[in-house]
C-alpha cells in the first residue's frame, strides 16, 4: 500500500514538473516572440531609454526589416537599427514593389560604385562627346551637391534619389560639405560619396546657368541634338529657374537625357511631385508609392540614419527630457526676415495655435494650484520647441511655471539649443540641426513654421501631418493662426512647372497648392 502510494506520489510530482517545464517553456517562448515593439514599448514610465552605444543585437529593423538593406555593421551606425526602439510604429507600410525595387537598386550601386570597373570606364568617358550609341549595359550616374540649408539639402536629396530609381541611376554624392559628419552609408558594401578624384570635381562648383554644359542654356540655344550625346550635364532646379531648365520635368526631354552618362544637379528644392507630373513616370510611381503621399516618409527612412555622434545627442536628449512623457508636443519656431529673433505676435500666435487646437492647456487661475493634483498621476506633456532663438521656449516655460494649466497636466518644456543664428556647413550647428530635426520627428503633435524645410523634414520622417503656423504679416497674428496640414508630404515650395506639365497638373487629383504657398505643389493621397 505505502507503495502504491509512494508511485502514485512519484507520478504525481514527476507530472508537476513537467506542467512546470512546459509553463516555464510557454512563457519563455511568448517572452522571446513578442514583437520587439511590444518590449520597447514607447514612453513606460522609467522604463524606456533609447539605445545610445549598446552592445546589443537589434531586436527589429525599422519597418518591420522590410525597407532597410541589411548586411551592415550595427555598431558603426547604431540609428540604423535602433530608431526602431524611439519610434512608435509607422502605420504606413512600404509596397513590396518598393522593397525590391530597393533591393535592386542596391545591387545595381555596388556594381557600379566608386571602386569597381564600371565606374572607372564611365570616368574615363567624361569630356568626351559620343554618338548615340552607348551599351545598355553601361553604368549611369546622378550627382548631388549640396545647396542652401540642411533642410533644403535633405528635400532635393530624396529627390535626386528617387530620379535615380525611377531612371535606373546611380546615385553619388558630393562629399565636400560636411554629410560624413550627419549620415551613415545607406548601400550595403559599397559607398554613396563621390570619389574626391572625380574628374570634374574642379568644375562641379563653376556649373551655374551661365555654364556651357548647363542644360537649359544648351536647349535655349539649340545645342542639343539627337545625334550627339554630350558625357555630362548640368541640371539646375531651383525656385528661379528658367522655363528651359524646367524641360528637364518634360517626357519628351527625359526620353533624351536616359542617354547621357552623367547628371550632376544642383537645387534647393523638393521636386519629387514635379517627377510625378511627368506622364510616363506615373504609372510606376503609383506602384512603388500606393499611399501617394508616403514618398518622402518611405525614403527618407531609407536613406537617412545619423551617424553616432547626432544620434548621441538625439537620445541623450529624449531620454533625459521626452522618454517618461505622456505626450510629446512639437514647436518648430523659424522666424524669417531680419531681423530676425523673439518677437510678441509670433509667441502669441503659436499660443493661439496650440491653446486653439487643444495641443495646450489653458493656464489655471493661480488659486487653482492648491486643488490641482500634482501626484504622480498627473499628465505629463512634453513639449519640444526647436528655434534658433531660446526666448519662445523660455517664454512658454515660464507662463507653465508661473501658473497651473488648466487641466492640471504637467507641462515640461524643452528646447535642445538656440543657435542664434544659420551657420550651415559648420560641422556641429549642422549635427545639432540634424538631431533636433529627429527629435521632431519623434513626437506625438507636431506644429511647424510656414514654408520652412527644416520642419518639412520633420513631418515627413515623423510620418506626422503638422499644424503649420501661418506666415505673419504686418507683425499681426495670422487669422486663424494655423492650418492642419493636407498631408506629411513636403511641399515643393516654388514647383519647377514646366509649361508641358500645365495640362498634366490639371487632372492630377494628388497633387494640390500648398497650404503654406501658393507657388508650391505637395502630394496628398487622394485619387
Ligand atoms: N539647431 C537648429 N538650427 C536651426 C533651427 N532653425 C534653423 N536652423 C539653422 O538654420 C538652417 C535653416 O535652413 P533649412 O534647414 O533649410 O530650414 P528653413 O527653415 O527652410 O530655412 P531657409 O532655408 O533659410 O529658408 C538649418 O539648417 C539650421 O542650420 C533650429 O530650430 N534648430
Ligand atoms: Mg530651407
Not at 531612371?167 to 550595403?188: A, G, K, N, W, Y
Request: charged residues 20%.
Amino acid at each position: 500500500m505505502k507503495k502504491l502510494e509512494d508511485k502514485r506520489s512519484l507520478r504525481i510530482s514527476g507530472m508537476l514538473k513537467l506542467a512546470l517545464t512546459v509553463a516555464t517553456c510557454l512563457v519563455l517562448c511568448s517572452v522571446l516572440l513578442l514583437p520587439s515593439s511590444n518590449i520597447f514599448n514607447r514612453r513606460h514610465k522609467s522604463d524606456h531609454t533609447a539605445t545610445e552605444g549598446s552592445n546589443e543585437q537589434p531586436r527589429e529593423k525599422p519597418l518591420g526589416g522590410r525597407l532597410l538593406a541589411t548586411g551592415f555593421d550595427d555598431k558603426s551606425c547604431l540609428s540604423r537599427y535602433h530608431q526602431s526602439s524611439l519610434r512608435k510604429p509607422s502605420p504606413y507600410k512600404p509596397s513590396r514593389y518598393l522593397v525590391s525595387r530597393l533591393r535592386s537598386y542596391e545591387m545595381l550601386h555596388k556594381r557600379c560604385g566608386p571602386g569597381t570597373n564600371a565606374y572607372k570606364r564611365a570616368t574615363e568617358r567624361l569630356g568626351h562627346n559620343e554618338v548615340r550609341s552607348s551599351g545598355a549595359d553601361e553604368c549611369r550616374y546622378v550627382v548631388w551637391t549640396p545647396k542652401f540649408g540642411l533642410g533644403n539639402r535633405i528635400l532635393s536629396l530624396v529627390s535626386v534619389f528617387l530620379y535615380a530609381l525611377m531612371t535606373d541611376r546611380v546615385m553619388l554624392v558630393d562629399q565636400r560639405s560636411d554629410i560624413t559628419d550627419l549620415f551613415c552609408e545607406p548601400f550595403p558594401n559599397t559607398s554613396w560619396l563621390l570619389p574626391l578624384d572625380f574628374p570634374l570635381t574642379d568644375q562641379i562648383d563653376s556649373f551655374d546657368r551661365e555654364h556651357s554644359q548647363c542644360y537649359g542654356t544648351m536647349l535655349k540655344s539649340h545645342a542639343i541634338n539627337s545625334t550627339t550625346i554630350p558625357s555630362h550635364l548640368y541640371i539646375d532646379i531651383f525656385h528661379d529657374s528658367r522655363d528651359h531648365d524646367k524641360m528637364f520635368f518634360c517626357e519628351k526631354n527625359q526620353a533624351f537625357l536616359g542617354s547621357v552618362p552623367w547628371l550632376v544637379v544642383k537645387s534647393n528644392l523638393y521636386y519629387v511631385p514635379s517627377l510625378w507630373l511627368i506622364p510616363n513616370f506615373q504609372p510606376k510611381l503609383k506602384k512603388l508609392f500606393p499611399e501617394t503621399d508616403t514618398v518622402f516618409h518611405h525614403l527618407s527612412q531609407y536613406l537617412f540614419h545619423p551617424t553616432n555622434q547626432v544620434w548621441g545627442m538625439v537620445t541623450r536628449s529624449y531620454n533625459a527630457y521626452l522618454s517618461r512623457a505622456d505626450e510629446i508636443l512639437g514647436i518648430q519656431v523659424r522666424v524669417f526676415g531680419t531681423p530676425a529673433g523673439y518677437f510678441k505676435h509670433v509667441m502669441d500666435q503659436i499660443l493661439a495655435c496650440t491653446q486653439g487646437q487643444k495641443l495646450l492647456p489653458e493656464l489655471g487661475t493661480p488659486e487653482s494650484q492648491v486643488t490641482t493634483n500634482t501626484s504622480e498621476t498627473s499628465k505629463v506633456k512634453a513639449v519640444l520647441v526647436t528655434s534658433l532663438h531660446p526666448e519662445y521656449s523660455d517664454s512658454l516655460k515660464n507662463m507653465f511655471w508661473e501658473r497651473p494649466s488648466s487641466t492640471g497636466e504637467i507641462i515640461e518644456v524643452y528646447q535642445p539649443s538656440g543657435e542664434q543664428v544659420q551657420q550651415t556647413d559648420t560641422k556641429l550647428h549642422d549635427q545639432k540641426a540634424l538631431a533636433e530635426i529627429y527629435l521632431l520627428s519623434l513626437t506625438d503633435k507636431l506644429v511647424t513654421s510656414t514654408r520652412s524645410t527644416f520642419g518639412y523634414v520633420a513631418q515627413g520622417l515623423g510620418g506626422i501631418r503638422p499644424w503649420i503656423l501661418y506666415e505673419p504679416r504686418n507683425s499681426k497674428v495670422p487669422n486663424p493662426p494655423c492650418v492642419k496640414a493636407m498631408s506629411m508630404e513636403p511641399c515643393s515650395l516654388k514647383a519647377p512647372l514646366s509649361l508641358c506639365q500645365t495640362e498634366t497638373i490639371k487632372v492630377t487629383p494628388f497633387v494640390k497648392y500648398c497650404e503654406d504657398r501658393i507657388t508650391g505643389i505637395k502630394l496628398v493621397d487622394e485619387f
